[in-house]
């Protein structure tokens, strides 16, 4: 008998249940103390629990185990080694120790280090993080970890955002304390990433080379319908794609994954997965669960699953909503208004940090979610700008208004919604509508932050948001801790009056798809940072540089190999693009446009002789035009060759950058622009890839 959800949700991941039921009470309560308290793991306790996680996967059909880390290639890493033990007699037991629970050693001279390490400087350490639950797959025990240099630089992104959160959650407990809520003990970020993605036919997908290389169509003409009827979005679920939703719900339960909502999004062929929340560190390690199972599920299903920004031209691209907040260990949300805001001193201290955090680190809110993917969505009519604003809402940019200027503010009754049809349900609306326009938006109770791409890890966001909020309440925990009691009220109501006056040009609440917006936001001397090489700069900045130093999340050598690697990966990424597209166009379209040329020609030809006295002009003209693309192609395609040499040989990666963006790409378009336009006269029995029709509608 098949299992119920309860009963599937979790049965693959060594949870807290397990925990209590494989481990003796002093080792469960030490191994809770350490979760809870990021205190040290005694090796005593790491060999008990490392048994117990042994025999429970072994009892659950694993063979093998790896430490599953999360190098800077924006992907997930394992090795993995099984658990037998030769006896001596031929014979071997199935053996695990603390020591292999919680310290790997894999090679780091092949991840990317932007010069943290010579690559003859092999070894690298992976350390368990107890935080995260150990989870089986494909009968392999996998034990989230930390991953790190030699010399004890971090190399992956677990490290940073574990130690962004520490020091989130110190400064918010100190501030809380100042406040009076001596009982918190622990402040921790938590996050909801919403996944956009598109499904395509894996047998459509296996004849683009643009699409198994780079992730997007490189090339390809407009379908006669696209999404301008807007009847895809939460539209009936084909019954294939229902089909795959349905599988990986179950694939993701298992793993303990709270996948919770899923939808047919605003372009054809393109679909929604949103999580119940979770504690950051949790969450970005489900995230990167959640893109492996849809593409290994899709797969399945005879399906590819795209996670790029934009993998298609005309049509809205993908971004994954990262939905932030924090929560106490007393299980207050920080950031929920409740009934009276003007009055909810803790609620408007938080809610100012991170308005302050936002406005005085937009440029590094822009770059954690900067890459050549991304840089096609933003700014786009589909997704928020590159400028870094905040949606408040009426109701809260009020509250603030009212405080800033010392006027009255009454209490907001709860509006109930008239829908003028009386068999309807009464309900009442919440208190701030929600901003598809804005990057950054207050939704009730969190921030949500639209700007990552679908294919990152939402790891580099969250880091800058714990860390960047983690300074401000430093900030003001400076201001207050030397108040006298009896004058805290006050002094904390002039902070937050400064903090409006000082920050209040972050806060949008109207389209940020404007070119009026745009006008209006340079006025306010906000950043606008449309590509990655306009951004990534800011990330060596002295105030940026002294941010993440200050709070010990980057080293000075840790954030200029990030940058190194940023650098890196934009101009890799382009260069395969322009490679592939080059492959393409010499190999297959050209090839096509003279085979179809010709069969015009021969026409041409043929109508001639036997028809001398009609016209042929309409042929003609469509062998002139033709004839006139194929002549524009090959001299684009010669042009995208030069210039594309030309930035493999630049000796310094940020002017090598540039080029890519500003000419690379340019040229890259170019030729598209060419090609699609030709596309539209070539029959599918010459095209030699499927087009926007087969790929968007025929899932």
Not at 562 to 574: A, F, G, P, S, V
Not at 605 to 619: G, P
Not at 660 to 685: F, G, H, K
């Amino acid at each position: 008998m098949a299992k119920g959800i309860p009963e599937l949700y979790g049965s693959l991941v060594f949870n807290d249940r397990v925990m209590r039921d494989k481990l003796p009470m002093d080792i469960y309560k030490a191994l809770k103390k350490t979760i809870e308290n990021n205190t040290h793991l005694e090796l005593d306790v790491a060999n008990s629990v490392a048994v117990a996680m042994k025999e429970w996967a072994v009892e659950n059909g694993a063979t093998h185990y790896t430490h599953w880390f999360q190098p800077m290639t924006g992907f997930t890493a394992e090795k993995h080694d099984s658990f037998i033990s030769p006896t001596g007699d031929g014979q071997v037991i199935m053996d695990f120790s603390g020591k292999e629970l919680v310290k790997g050693e894999p090679d780091a001279s092949s991840f990317p280090s932007g010069g943290l390490r010579a690559t003859f400087e092999a070894r690298g350490y992976t350390a368990w993080d107890p935080t995260s639950p150990a989870f089986i797959k494909d009968k392999t025990l996998y034990i989230p970890t930390a991953f790190c240099s030699y010399s004890g630089e971090a190399l992956d992104k677990k490290t940073p955002l574990l130690r962004s959160m520490e020091t989130l959650n110190k400064e918010a407990v100190k501030i809380l304390h100042l406040l009076g809520k001596t009982d918190v003990t622990g402040v921790t970020a938590t996050i909801g990433p919403e996944q956009e993605y598109f499904l395509v036919d894996k047998a459509d997908y296996e004849k683009r080379k643009d699409l198994i290389f780079t992730g997007r169509t490189l090339l390809g003409a407009k379908p006669p319908k696209g999404q301008e009827m807007e009847d895809h979005y939460f539209g009936a679920l084909k019954p294939r794609v229902s089909a795959y939703m349905h599988d990986l719900d179950e694939e993701l339960w298992k793993l303990g994954i709270p996948a919770k909502t899923k939808h047919n999004e605003v372009a054809p062929a393109q679909h929604e997965l949103a999580p119940v929340f979770d504690t950051a560190n949790i969450a970005v390690d489900h995230n990167q669960l959640t893109m492996e199972m849809m593409k290994k599920v899709a797969d399945r299903h005879g399906l590819v699953c795209l996670l790029h920004e934009k993998p298609f031209e005309g049509i809205n691209g993908s971004g994954k909503h990262n939905n932030w907040s924090m929560v106490t260990n007393t299980g207050t949300n920080l950031l929920d208004p409740g009934r009276t805001p003007t009055e909810n001193i803790q609620f408007l201290v938080f809610l100012m940090a991170v308005i302050k955090a936002v406005d005085e680190y937009a440029d590094l809110m822009r770059i954690s979610v900067a890459s050549a993917g991304n840089d096609h969505r933003l700014g786009a009519n589909e997704a928020p700008p590159a400028i870094v604003s905040i949606f408040l809402g009426d109701e809260l940019t009020a509250v603030l208004h009212s405080i800033e200027n010392d006027t009255f503010f009454g209490t907001q009754q709860r509006v109930q919604m008239e829908t003028g049809a009386t068999v309807l349900p009464h309900f009442f609306k919440d208190n701030t509508d929600r901003n598809r326009t804005s990057p950054f938006a207050f939704t009730g109770n969190k921030f949500e932050f639209r700007m990552p791409g679908s294919s990152i890890s939402v790891a580099g966001p969250n880091i800058v948001l714990n860390t960047a909020v983690a300074e401000a309440l430093r900030q003001f925990y400076e201001e207050l801790k030397d108040t006298p009691a009896d004058q805290l009220d006050e002094a904390v109501h002039e902070l937050v009056k400064r903090a409006i006056f000082k920050h209040k040009k972050v806060i949008f609440n109207g389209n940020g798809y404007t070119d009026e917006w745009v006008e209006e936001a340079q006025s306010r001397g906000l950043y606008n940072l449309k590509s990655t090489p306009d951004a990534l700069p800011y990330f060596i900045n002295k105030k940026n540089v002294d941010l993440f130093t200050g709070h010990h999340i980057f080293t000075e050598q840790e954030i200029y190999s990030r940058y190194e690697i940023l650098l890196e990966n934009y101009c890799k990424t382009i260069h395969i693009e322009a490679k592939t597209m080059l492959d393409m166009v010499r190999r297959e379209f050209l090839p096509a446009l003279m085979e179809y040329t010709d069969q015009v020609a021969s026409s041409v030809s043929r109508r001639k002789s036997m028809l001398k006295e009609f016209s042929c002009d309409a042929l003609e003209q469509l062998l002139t035009k033709l004839s006139c693309y194929y002549e524009e192609m090959s001299h684009m395609v010669e042009k995208l060759s030069f210039d594309l040499a030309k930035a493999e040989a630049a000796a310094d990666m940020k002017d090598a950058a540039l080029f890519y963006q500003e000419t690379v790409l340019t040229d890259m378009e170019s030729l598209r622009n060419i090609a699609d336009a030709a596309e539209e006269y070539l029959p599918d029995s010459v095209l030699p890839y499927p087009n926007y029709e087969k790929l968007l509608f025929y899932v």
